[in-house]
């Protein structure tokens, strides 16, 4: 079974601008979480979609947003970039039963903000 | 979600048990343990989850103490690839999301 698969791996954007993170889920999962990683943070909680509704929130700016698609792919992004939102951008699936299968993550997406 | 304490970093020496403690003294019944690993510019990978009794699979086992305070997971015969950080998580089922609190783990240096 084909893993949690993140595009595109690496991505260079300039402040001001505006990003879209994509995502595909194991197959057969309905749940995506998003994860934001930083040296300074650690992995922080960023959103998570139930069947294309957002079931979850952290503690982020609006700047930040996602969806999700009806056959569970989902995407996020990010608008008016700042220097700060450079980090690994994780996503996670899981089966979206009440929480007790674990998540599945992929290997994320590495934004540099300059 | 209950809070949990690890230690920042650890040793092991490669073919040896590496054991990795959690502190979780204020888990309620209803909350399971997790744990995940995070190899260098990878996704944080599950390892192993479970609620009271021990659990074992092909990557590790979950010892949970009876009165389930603490727990420790038992990489049996560590390799060169299990440095990583690991992470134990405390959570509750809900039906109202589920978001992960990674805190800082355990960093586990495996040495040949």
């Known amino acids: 079974k084909a893993g949690v698969t993140q595009t595109p791996r690496y991505l260079i954007k300039t402040r001001g601008q505006q990003v879209t993170l994509s995502c595909s889920p194991i197959?057969?999962?309905?749940?995506v979480s998003w994860y934001q990683q930083t040296p300074g943070q650690g992995l922080q909680f960023l959103f998570e979609?139930?069947?294309?509704?957002?079931?979850n929130k952290g503690n982020f700016p609006g700047r930040f947003s996602g969806r999700q698609f009806s056959n569970s792919r989902s995407e996020m992004n990010v608008s008016t970039l700042e220097l700060g939102d450079s980090a690994l951008y994780l996503c996670?699936?899981?089966?979206?039963?009440?929480?007790?299968?674990?998540?599945?993550f992929g290997n994320g997406t590495r934004l540099t903000v300059t | 979600d209950a809070k949990t304490t690890q230690p920042p970093s650890m040793d092991c020496a490669e073919g040896r048990a590496a054991n990795l403690p959690c502190n979780h003294s204020?888990?309620?019944?209803?909350?399971?343990v997790y744990w995940y690993r995070q190899i260098h510019s990878q996704g944080p990978q599950y390892i192993i989850h479970?609620?009271?009794n021990n659990e074992t699979n092909e990557m590790a086992s979950l010892i949970i103490t009876e009165d389930r305070k603490s727990s420790t997971l038992i990489l049996p015969h560590a390799t060169l690839r299990d440095t990583a950080v690991y992470y134990c998580?405390?959570?509750?089922?809900?039906?109202?999301?589920?978001?992960?609190?990674f805190g800082k783990g355990t960093s586990l240096l495996v040495t040949p």
């Open positions: 996670a699936s899981s089966l979206g039963d009440r929480g007790v299968s674990p998540l599945h």
């Open positions: 197959s057969g999962h309905r749940s």
């Open positions: 979609y139930f069947s294309e509704t957002q079931r």
């Open positions: 204020t888990i309620s019944g209803n909350e399971y």
């Open positions: 479970g609620l009271k």
């Open positions: 998580i405390v959570r509750e089922p809900t039906n109202s999301g589920y978001a992960l609190n």
